[in-house]
């Protein structure tokens, strides 16, 4: 598909995955794009940059009311599928968080269905993994979801469904689509409500307010950091391609542990505070383990796709941005 001169809708326009999606389609040349959000989760001044961009439009709308998205996909090329609750949010309200991540997924792609989109690119996780094994993961691996948190479990299995939309809707009703599986994903314009970014943006807010940065356990905890920037670079890659119907990482390959993100805060910071050990007993987890080895060949091979910012440039970035922020 065409992305120059293209007309597309963001659900969850509003959100940190959703703006970068934004910033992409229109640095492509998009001739529309179109910002669906209810603005529960996000909220206006996430694309307040992109304000006097008379491309750009932001449409209050639920994906929980159908009618709200056959006006908005009406004669849309594609629909990026990023709306939705995380693990933290799901867990905390379990049913509009299931109602959301499920039904509302359906109501996408029966609406692009209805209105003749060509393409959707949906935002799944590498939760759908569950608990990470050793050896390395791919996307053939199956989900490991014995011992997970309730709340995460719930979260994986609503992407699992999301997932099969995808090669249901591509294979059976001609819809193209495309799940892809984010790791954890960091960034500029970052929330509070992503289980594992989480431990970032807190510990900087300790480090800024002179208290000790916390490390969970020995600090070992390892996670695969994606930059926001990397992960819009893939939807609107995959959105561009002819791929359909498949699953893909989307992920570094590289295992940082959380210790190790707490030194490059300090060290972006200039701070001389020394980590404090706490138990994070009771704390809502999801994909975590001392090892997490995933694979990204697939992508590489079906979009061309590699990640393209370091941690520590990332991380750097992504500070710039918050330090920039009103407090």
């Given amino acids: 598909m065409q992305i120059s001169g293209g007309r597309f809708v963001v659900t969850g326009g509003a959100s940190l995955i ?13 001739r529309e794009v179109i910002l669906l959000d209810n ?6 001044e996430t694309v307040a940059h992109l ?22 996909f009406k004669g849309a090329d594609g629909v990026f ?11 905390q309200n379990p049913p509009l968080g299931l109602a959301v991540n499920v039904e509302g997924q359906v109501n996408v792609f029966e609406a692009c269905r209805y ?6 690119i949906f935002s799944s996780s590498i939760a759908a993994y569950g608990e990470p094994e050793a050896g390395l993961i791919d996307e053939s691996a199956p989900a490991n979801l014995a011992s997970f948190q309730p709340g995460a479990k719930l979260y994986s299995c609503t992407k699992l469904i999301g997932e099969a939309l995808c090669q249901l809707y591509s294979a059976r009703y001609g819809v ?7 790791s954890t994903v960091y960034g500029e314009r970052q929330h509070y409500r992503g289980v594992n970014a989480l431990y970032i943006i807190q510990n900087y807010d300790r480090i800024m307010r002179g208290e000790r940065p916390q490390l969970t356990g020995d600090g070992s905890e390892v996670h695969d950091y994606v930059h926001v920037a990397d992960v819009a670079r893939a939807n609107v890659m995959a959105m561009a391609s002819e791929v359909t119907g498949e699953i893909l990482n989307v992920v570094t390959g590289d295992q940082t ?15 001389s505070l020394e980590p404090e050990y706490a138990s994070g007993g009771g704390a809502v987890k999801s994909t975590s383990g ?11 091979a079906m979009l061309g796709w590699e990640p393209e910012v370091g941690i520590e440039a990332g991380l750097r970035r992504l500070i710039d941005w918050r330090a920039a922020q009103p407090d």
């Fill in 39 to 44: 603005f529960a989760l996000g909220t206006p």
């Fill in 18 to 30: 959703g703006s970068h999606v934004a910033d992409r389609l229109l640095a492509e040349g998009a």
């Fill in 176 to 182: 193209d689509a495309v799940a892809l599986r984010y």
């Fill in 257 to 271: 542990t959380i210790k190790r993100i707490v030194e490059i805060l300090l060290d972006i910071t200039g701070s």
């Fill in 115 to 120: 209105a003749g989109v060509k393409k959707v």
């Fill in 81 to 91: 599928a990023i709306a939705g609750f995380l693990t933290l949010p799901l867990t």
């Fill in 290 to 300: 001392t090892e997490l080895d995933l694979s990204r060949a697939k992508i590489k």
């Fill in 51 to 72: 304000n006097g961009d008379d491309r750009v439009k932001l449409v209050r709308g639920d994906i929980l009311r159908i009618n709200d998205l056959y006006d908005a």
